[in-house]
């Protein structure tokens, strides 16, 4: 069965820092391009960031570019996203998710940041 | 960037119904369009991929069309359990922008 476990969420003040985790199981991590979608509250899906099966060609959006960097250890079957100078925006539910050639077929249940002094 | 335009950003419809979400990207983005629904508290769940393709589980009344610049996805004969929020996905090129959602109720 795959799974899908987000951790490392929390409360966070502006213009710090938060690394969140996808811990995965039941298939084989390392042939999988994997991705970070985020909802903020009362809004809709946002796609954060991409990255390769083998951790190169990552890609993000241009609300997170520069801050975030997203990255993954295959021999721990675990994704990450490091988050730096977060913004109250940055506030939302986010969901890592597994690409199977080009759509998202395997979703956590999130991990929940807010960012708030 | 390729914009998605998804209407409508809400739909009211009754068990039984037929109902229809359209997704519109500004550019070509040949079959790189995807379908997910989503519930309040649960993880998103593909439903269509490639515009067309039903993923495996996903009941035979969720269908999807189109190619190019213009998408639908149509549920024929709603069932309770259908009632949530829907999002297109392009992801021709990044970003892999999601359209608006539609919240069927």
């Known amino acids: 069965e795959v799974q899908l476990l987000e951790s490392g969420g929390g409360l966070v003040q502006p213009g710090k820092s938060l690394r969140l985790s996808c811990a995965t199981s039941?298939?084989?991590?390392?042939?999988?391009?994997m991705a970070w979608v985020r909802q903020a509250p009362g809004r809709g899906l946002e796609w954060v960031s991409s990255?390769?099966?083998?951790?190169?060609?990552?890609f993000y959006a241009n609300s997170v570019k520069g801050r975030f960097t997203i990255s993954r250890d295959n021999s721990k079957n675990t994704l990450y996203l490091q988050m730096s100078s977060l913004r109250a925006e940055d506030t939302a539910l986010y969901y890592c998710?597994?690409?199977?050639?080009?759509?998202?077929?395997?979703w956590g249940q999130g991990t929940q940041v807010t960012v708030a002094s | 960037d390729i914009q998605m335009t998804q209407s409508p950003s809400s739909l009211s419809a009754s068990v039984g119904d037929r109902v229809t979400i359209t997704c519109r990207a500004s550019?070509?983005?040949?079959?790189?369009l995807n379908w997910y629904q989503h519930k309040p508290g649960k993880a998103p769940k593909l439903l269509i991929y490639?515009?067309?393709s039903l993923q495996s589980g996903v009941p035979s009344r969720f269908s999807g069309r189109g190619s190019g610049t213009d998408f639908t996805l149509t549920i024929s004969n709603v069932q309770p359990e259908d009632f949530a929020t829907y999002y297109c996905?392009?992801?021709?090129?990044?970003?892999?922008?999601f359209g608006q959602g539609t919240k069927l109720e």
């Open positions: 996905q392009k992801t021709f090129t990044t970003p892999y922008t």
């Open positions: 998710a597994k690409d199977t050639s080009s759509w998202y077929d395997y």
């Open positions: 039941g298939f084989t991590f390392s042939h999988y391009a």
């Open positions: 490639g515009a067309t």
């Open positions: 990255i390769g099966n083998s951790g190169s060609t990552p």
């Open positions: 550019q070509v983005i040949s079959d790189f």
